[in-house]
Structure formats: C-alpha cells, structure tokens
C-alpha cells in the first residue's frame, strides 16, 4: 500500500486549504483512513478519520467544526478540508491507513504517507 499526501502550503490564519490522499497497491475502500499531524517537538496527534466504508467520521476536539475527512472511493483518496485555520494548525499532516485499533492510535495505522507541512502564519 501506497499513500501519496498533497495539499499543504502556507495559509493566513482563518483561511483554508484541503489536503489530498492518494491510495494505491493492494488497499481497498473498506479500511479506516485518518489524518494525524506532528507539529516540531511534539508527539504525533490524531486529527480525524473515516471509518471504513460506512463513512463514520471522527475528529480531535481540537479541530470539530473546523475540519472535514471525507472519502472517494472511486478514486482511493481521502480529503481533510480544514477551515478557520488557526497557527497552532502548523505540523506536519500525515495520512494514514488503518489496520487494526483504536483509530486515534497511531499504533494502529500500518501504512503512512510522506507527509505534507501546513503553516499558519500571517
């Protein structure tokens, strides 16, 4: 499995980006997909996921009503549109698959993309 994260960038407080997932090789829509971040000197933090092909979705309190995970199964891709970005936003977002556990666990994730840095500032 292969995941390919895009999206990032530089964005002024209270503006919005959406963040890209691309999945290829032997992976399919069934699996939960999540977004963490890693902001410098910190440990990795869950952001929000899809669980499987039910669309279930959860978020960190951190971002609920800010942040959107949504999936195209058709195109293997999962998006993280974030509004109302704040500078405590700023990490390193990392998608990542799921393959057995709680799914704000990063243990549980076997398969993750490269990253993609997101900075808030004005």
């Known amino acids: 499995v292969q995941l390919q994260a895009s999206g990032g960038g530089l964005v002024q407080p209270g503006g919005s980006l959406r963040l890209s997932c691309a999945a290829s090789g032997r992976t399919e829509s069934r699996y939960g997909m999540a977004w963490f971040r890693q902001a410098p000197g910190k440990e990795r933090e869950f952001v929000a996921a899809?669980?499987?092909?039910?669309?279930?979705?959860t978020y960190a309190d951190s971002v609920k009503g800010r942040f959107t995970i949504s999936r195209d199964n058709a195109k293997m891709t999962v998006y993280l549109q974030m509004n109302s970005l704040k500078p405590e936003d700023t990490a390193v977002y990392y998608c990542?698959?799921?393959?057995?556990?709680?799914?704000?666990?990063?243990?549980?994730?076997?398969?993750w993309g490269q990253g993609t840095q997101v900075t808030v500032s004005s």
């Open positions: 899809i669980i499987s092909w039910t669309s279930v979705t």
């Open positions: 990542a698959q799921n393959t057995g556990g709680a799914y704000d666990a990063p243990r549980s994730y076997g398969y």
